[in-house]
């Protein structure tokens, strides 16, 4: 009796297994099916842009496209992406006509139910007493890039109350909302940057296409090793793998190097996900606004949020912060509007105790140094930038890293075991997480600061006026993209044949779409 359970268990475990691959079989197929879809869709905007002169032609080719491309992710989706643009065109239409705080609030509240339905409900439904509406509430997919467009559509309501000159077509105003590059993460864009774009008639220049490969190459790289950091050199022991263990807990060193992993991996990913579509979109003609700018090496947390997600930081700073802010005077009430702002900026994430934890934590990291620079000044204090620069670098750094345990723990109980680790002097003797996740954060962070910092360095003395540069070498510098790219797409195909060795699934949607 015991060998035929044994028996009968070995052929479930077998016919689970053999169904899972099939399944992870058609996931890499849709995949792929999905890749090829938007190439051709890319390409078929090249072509649109470089035969078609006629504006109205061209904003309906690439309207149509996008709506295609769109479409795939969801039938259902791109209906509500529709009714989202017509409503907020027509809202803001009706603001034009008499410019009023009602009006606006009108607008904002439609965009806000809409959002809330889909992206934060679900998360409600436990407190519905009727369990059949608990559980369809629960099952609300959400929509692909819904937090990205609709703080679009907000934009464009809040510049007209602002009485910008804006005064698109209802084809432009759909172009802007559904626009393929950024309709699914950002980044952010205005009505006011993109309206002149999508009127231009010339088609893309050579230097749109040299940048624009560039910027696509050195994206797909930042992709590829993001799922490396996640998934380990070896499968199973990745950034994703330490912050899914069960049992035997957390020394000191390990949370610090989880919480260090994952905030490269989520920059990686996002940042890489952001250069590949900036690229794209140069390529074709387009300039959309840059969402990172080195931001590991900024020596203030203020300079770390003018630098991460820069489209949502500005649209939170111009929106949010800079209103509420300038409606009183002092110090106190500046600095509850900064708090008030990332936890709303948390939120926008997800609607989670947690998110509102790193909000919070952001907030005040952005306050306690505000209160500093107000103490150092008014002490008469004076410290050298050679000795303030590193330690407000290693202060920003570890405290932007402290905070990414809110926003990727898997509940309140292990971020709040994986705070106790750090402060407690005693467990840092240990080490429970594998050497090679040790090994592949170092090199991960060393070369970011490698590559960030040469960098950084080449850009200030790369300049007319530097005698040292005016030879072969400024012109290596200049057309960098002729060598740097081949670079680039070696390093990503290797880094791709790395995670299909290790059978990574790769048919995970881009970390920031969970957002």
């Known amino acids: 009796m015991h060998h035929l359970q044994c028996a009968c268990l070995a052929a479930e475990t077998r016919r689970k297994s053999f169904f899972a691959s099939v399944r992870l079989s058609e996931e890499r197929l849709l995949a792929m099916e999905k890749l090829w879809i938007y190439v051709l869709g890319f390409a078929l905007s090249w072509v649109t842009l470089v035969l078609v002169r006629r504006t109205q032609l ?85 929509p692909l890039g819904i937090s990205f467009w609709t703080f679009e559509a907000l934009s464009w309501l809040l510049e007209l109350y602002r009485e ?34 999508f009127r231009r008639r010339q088609a893309p220049s050579w230097e749109d296409l040299c940048i624009g490969m560039r910027r696509m190459g050195l994206g797909l790289l930042m992709l590829a090793l993001a799922r490396v950091e996640a998934a380990g050199l070896v499968p199973g022991q990745g950034v994703n793998a330490g912050f899914a263990r069960t049992s035997g807990g957390y020394s000191g060193i390990d949370v610090w190097f989880l919480a260090v992993g994952y905030g490269f991996q ?58 509420l802010a300038t409606r009183r005077r002092g110090f106190w009430w500046r600095s509850l509007s900064l708090l008030i702002s990332m936890i709303l900026f948390g939120l926008w994430h997800k609607g989670t105790l947690l998110f509102f934890l790193w909000g919070a934590f952001q907030g005040l990291l952005l306050v306690l140094h505000r209160l500093w620079q107000r103490l150092f000044a008014g002490a008469g204090l004076k410290v050298p930038e050679l000795v303030m620069a590193p330690m407000g670098w290693l202060a920003t750094f570890s405290g932007i890293s402290l905070g990414w345990i809110f926003f990727r723990a898997q509940n309140l109980h292990q971020a709040f075991a994986m705070l106790r680790a750090i402060a407690h002097p005693g467990g840092y003797a240990h080490r429970h997480l594998p050497s090679n996740f040790y090994l592949l954060t170092t090199c991960i962070a060393v070369g970011y600061f490698a590559v960030a910092g040469v960098t950084g360095l080449l850009d200030r003395v790369a300049t007319p006026a530097n005698a040292f540069f005016q030879s072969s070498l400024v012109v290596l510098w200049q057309e960098r993209w002729v060598w740097v790219t081949p670079l680039v797409a070696v390093l990503a195909m290797y880094a791709y044949l790395v995670i299909q060795i290790q059978q990574t699934n790769l048919n995970s949607p881009f970390l920031y779409q969970l957002f």
Not at 92 to 112: P, T
Request: net charge positive.
């Open 58 to 142: 061209r904003q309906l080719i690439l309207l149509g496209l996008s709506y295609l491309l769109y479409a795939t992710w969801g039938k259902w989706f791109l209906a509500l992406l529709v009714l989202s643009t017509v409503s907020n065109y027509a809202l803001g239409r009706y603001l034009q006509h008499r410019v009023s705080v009602g009006r606006l609030w009108l607008g904002i509240a439609f965009n806000l139910v809409l959002l809330g339905t889909f992206k934060y409900l679900p998360g409600f439904a436990t407190a519905v007493p009727f369990h059949s509406l608990r559980s369809g509430l629960q099952h609300i997919a959400l």
């Open 164 to 197: 910008e000159n804006l005064d698109p077509s209802l084809l432009e105003f759909c172009l802007f909302m559904a626009f393929w590059p950024t309709v699914i993460s950002g980044p952010i864009c205005r009505l006011s940057s993109m309206l002149p774009q």
């Open 266 to 323: 989520l920059f990686l990913d996002f940042a890489g996900y952001s250069s590949l579509v900036i690229g794209a979109a140069r390529f074709c003609g387009f300039e959309l606004p840059e969402n990172f700018q080195r931001p590991y090496l900024s020596s203030t947390p203020s300079v770390f949020w003018t630098r991460w997600h820069m489209s949502l930081s500005f649209w939170i700073r111009d929106f949010l912060f800079m209103p």
